[in-house]
């Protein structure tokens, strides 16, 4: 429960302290993939120890606002999340729809 709450009060960090740089963007994505990979390591860490864990759909939602290439490293580096199904479908979803968004933002961006 910790890890979970945590998790998006850092994600709400990140997100304020990457609207002041210049890149913004840039920071955003680099901060939200490491601090997303952190939380498979702390959620896999919490696995074995059959402590306090982090919710399938937080671990989703932070796929969900770019977070899913950090997710990809951490489920590959601590060997997390990679066989449970239905979460595999869920997190192909997740990027899926990252994906949707960025592409959309970039169309409209251009036009």
């Known amino acids: 429960m ?3 709450r945590l998790g998006y009060l850092l994600l709400a960090v990140v997100a304020t302290i990457s609207a002041f740089f210049r890149d913004s963007l840039l920071v955003w ?3 939200v ?3 997303t990979l952190l939380l498979y390591g702390a ?3 919490a696995a074995r120890k059959n402590g306090y864990r982090v919710p399938e759909f937080t671990l989703l939602i932070f796929g969900v606002v770019g977070g899913w290439f950090g997710a990809i490293l951490g489920q590959q580096i601590f060997r997390h999340k990679t066989q449970k199904q239905p979460f595999k479908t869920y997190f192909a979803i997740s990027v899926i729809v990252n994906l949707m ?4 933002g970039m169309y409209w961006a251009m036009r």
């Open 101 to 104: 968004v960025v592409l959309a």
């Open 2 to 4: 910790i890890f979970n």
């Open 43 to 45: 959620d896999k860490l």
């Open 33 to 35: 993939n490491v601090l």
């Open 29 to 31: 994505i680099i901060s």
